[in-house]
Structures are given as C-alpha cells and as structure tokens.
C-alpha cells in the first residue's frame, strides 16, 4: 500500500512538473539554401518542428515574408516528443539574383513565441536559346577615316557575318547620299559564313566634319535593317 502510495506521488509530481515545464518548440535546423536556381522554377523545402517540453504545443500561425513563399504545418497541435513538418514553397517566377526569404512560426511555447525559418537562393536568369532564321552580325558598325583632302574617293570593307541557322539574304542596300556608294559581296550568306560590303565615299565639292549612313535591309530574325555609319573630315584643297 505504502509503495503504491509512494509510485502516485512520483507520478503525480511529474504531471506537475512536465505542465510546470509547458510546451517547447524546437528546430532541427532553422536555414536552408537552394544554391542556384533558374528563374521561374518553384522549389521545396521541409522543417521539421517539435515539441521538447512538457505541454501540448500549439501552432497558431504561419505566414511568409513575401507572397512568393508559402508554408503549412502537417499538424498544428503537438504533444511532448511530438514532431510536424512545415512544407516551405518558393516561387522564383520574375526574381533575380540573390534571395532571401522568411516564415514565422506561432506558438504557444511561453518562452519563444515566434520561431523563424529562413530559406536563401540564387536565381539565374534562363540561357537564351538561338531563334531559328538569320541573324545578321556586323563586327564593327562605324568606321572613321579621319583628315582627307576635298575631292578624294575613301573606301572601307565591312564584314557581314550569318550566326543564323538559315541563310541570310541582303534584300536591299541604303545610303543616306550619293555620294557613297555600297558593292557587296554577295547577296546569299549561309549560316556561319560572312560576306563583305565595300563603302566608297567620294569627297568632291565637300568641306569639314561629315558622316554619312548606310542601311543594311535582309531577313534577319531579329532586326531587319541595320545601320553603318561613316565619318570623314574634309580638308579644302
């Protein structure tokens, strides 16, 4: 009788001293990170909440620092030694480059209200892939031909360059006077190969700072005219 009484009054007494104690709310780790992601893939990650107290423990609440992150718990109330997982989604859709976002845990725990959750990443913008057709590349877009005497005829080669996947057809060849004149090389251009534009300026019955245009019209995927443009400056005889 006496041992009984004896083992109902260790049990009682703990009773009173794990309600004394109260819920306690712990993480196994609070932080992860990503690393690099690509802009516009949602990713996932799962914390693992416990409870090492003595109480039930109840979580109240769960919100995001942004609206690209949410979270919920599997189990809101947990009894001591009890855990949940909290299932964190981030969305990188329009975000770009280093990210760092936040949860905050609720809880009944009297010593730590809040508990916070951090996860961190790297978004990559996408690699851009090639568009289909021609694309035309000009190494160089403007040439100087610096001091020449009034009345002389100057020429420069441009180098017309198809980084298409088709051939690049020159449909047409602009300049802005008549005083220049354009000769190319060829009007067909396959893909990965170059051609080349000869400028002539001819400087007669013109004196000072000039500059002159040239517009490249062809079928370029992209940007169907592309201007050249040349300077000279014109020493009277």
């Known amino acids: 009788m006496i041992k009984r009484t004896f083992f109902s009054i260790i049990v009682f007494s703990f009773s009173i001293f794990a309600q004394l104690i109260g819920p306690k709310i712990s993480v196994q780790s609070s ?3 990503f690393g690099d992601i690509i802009q516009g893939e949602e990713v996932s990650h799962t914390f693992v909440i416990s409870n090492s107290g003595g109480d039930i ?26 855990s ?11 975000r770009v480059g280093p990210q760092l976002k936040s949860v905050y845990v ?10 916070q959750l951090n996860i961190r990443c790297n978004i990559l913008l996408p690699e851009k892939k090639p568009k289909s057709g021609a694309l035309l590349y000009l190494p160089e877009t403007q040439y100087n ?3 020449v005497k009034e009345g ?3 020429s420069h ?7 298409g996947q088709e051939e690049l057809e020159v449909k047409d060849i602009k300049t802005s006077c008549g005083c220049t004149a354009a000769m190319l090389s060829n009007s067909i251009i396959k893909p990965g190969e170059a051609g080349t534009l000869k400028i002539d300026l001819d400087t007669k019955n013109r004196v000072g700072k000039m500059s002159r245009t040239i ?9 169907t005219n592309k201007v050249l443009t040349i300077y000279a400056e014109v020493l009277k005889n």
């Open 84 to 94: 949940t997982n909290i299932k964190v989604t981030f969305n990188s859709k329009g």
């Open 215 to 223: 517009t490249i019209v062809s079928n370029d995927a992209e940007q």
């Open 106 to 115: 609720t809880s009944n725990d009297p010593e730590r209200k809040e508990v």
């Open 152 to 154: 002389s005829v100057v």
């Open 31 to 33: 932080e992860y990170n």
């Open 157 to 163: 080669t441009f180098q017309l360059v198809n980084k």
């Open 145 to 147: 031909f610096g001091k």
């Open 57 to 82: 423990l109840r979580i109240t609440d769960v919100r995001a620092s942004c609206g690209c992150t949410a979270a919920q718990p599997d189990k809101k109330e947990l009894k001591p030694g009890e």
